[in-house]
């Protein structure tokens, strides 16, 4: 199965944005930063209240409110915004160029502007699929990228993955919240 296709700049962030979701280490950062922020806010506020500021008490303490309410939208816009300025410092070369990818039960054959490349399909470690992009995932840590925009015929895809033995996780309700 021959596929052609070209990557904007919404099919990297999917990626990166997804990749950073399964990031347990950023779950954990978040989940920090959700208790250290109003826990140190309420602390000031208690601080400043002993003290008789009633304005500085006050404005933590609604510091504080507005961090367990906020910091979980703030901390995925910021991500976001992170990842669109690291994707249009990195990979804007290769947004709009042809991708190519052969996938046969063997292995599946990649090229583009870089180079071309063999991978066995025994070295695919996952294939996931959202509701806008399959992610196939390599043993060496990277992967491609495949936007369900560009196939023709998404079933004739998956089924091709099956054939090869490759199993596909289904994530369609995926979204960065």
């Not at 208790?35 to 008490?57: E, V």
């Not at 990195?90 to 160029?97: A, I, V």
């Not at 070295?123 to 509701?131: A, F, G, L, R, Y």
Request: proline share 3%; net charge positive.
């Amino acid at each position: 199965m021959h596929i052609e296709y070209t990557l904007n700049e919404q099919d990297y962030l999917d990626f990166q944005l997804y990749t950073a979701s399964k990031s347990i280490r950023l779950q954990k950062k978040k989940l920090r930063g959700w208790i250290l922020l109003p826990l140190f806010s309420i602390l000031l506020a208690t601080y400043f209240y002993i003290q008789n500021t009633p304005g500085l008490a006050i404005y933590f303490g609604a510091i504080a409110f507005l961090a367990v309410l906020f910091y979980p939208k703030y901390f995925n816009w910021r991500h976001a915004r992170h990842y669109k300025r690291f994707i249009n410092a990195n990979y804007k070369d290769r947004m709009g160029l042809k991708e190519k990818l052969e996938i046969t039960p063997g292995y599946i054959f990649s090229k583009n502007i870089t180079g071309e490349g063999k991978i066995n399909i025994t070295e695919i470690d996952q294939v996931t699929e959202t509701s806008t992009c399959f992610f196939i995932k390599i043993a060496s840590g990277s992967s491609f990228i495949v936007p369900k925009r560009e196939l023709e015929n998404l079933n004739q895809f998956k089924s091709r993955l099956k054939e090869c033995k490759l199993s596909i996780t289904e994530e369609l309700e995926w979204k960065w919240a």
